[in-house]
């Protein structure tokens, strides 16, 4: 089991920047990909960026440019630095974490985190 807990989020002016943490325990030696999603309202969950265990990161193309994701194995946190924010990318927030055992993708979630950017 992954417990995942998210900070950072927050309200900001477009063009300003915030950073979000993700804070992992239990069995964290085991996840194979960590991301973030968002989800605006009324809209779907959306990726907006991943970082595969030895994988390249990918980022949506509305975002990139302009967020970075990162991890600090030492603290068993995943970041997701957003600069340039946009109205656009008022969201809520959740960090993702997945083992892939034998082909079967398992994922944890966090419970997620308000951003709201202000035009």
């Known amino acids: 089991q992954v417990q995942l807990v998210e900070s950072g989020g927050g309200l900001v002016q477009a063009g300003g920047s915030l950073k979000l943490s993700c804070a992992a325990s239990?069995?964290?030696?085991?996840?194979?990909?960590w991301a973030w999603y968002r989800q605006a309202p009324g809209k779907q969950r959306e990726l907006v960026a991943a970082i595969p265990t030895g994988g390249r990161i990918n980022y949506a193309d509305s975002v990139k440019g302009r967020f970075t994701i990162s991890r600090d194995n030492a603290k068993n946190t995943v970041y997701l630095q957003m600069n340039s924010l946009k109205p656009e990318d008022t969201a809520v927030y959740y960090c993702?974490?997945?083992?892939?055992?034998?082909?079967?993708?398992?994922?944890?979630w966090g419970q997620g985190t308000q951003v709201t950017v202000s035009s």
């Open positions: 993702n974490a997945v083992r892939v055992v034998a082909a079967t993708q398992f994922p944890a």
């Open positions: 239990g069995s964290i030696f085991s996840i194979d990909v």
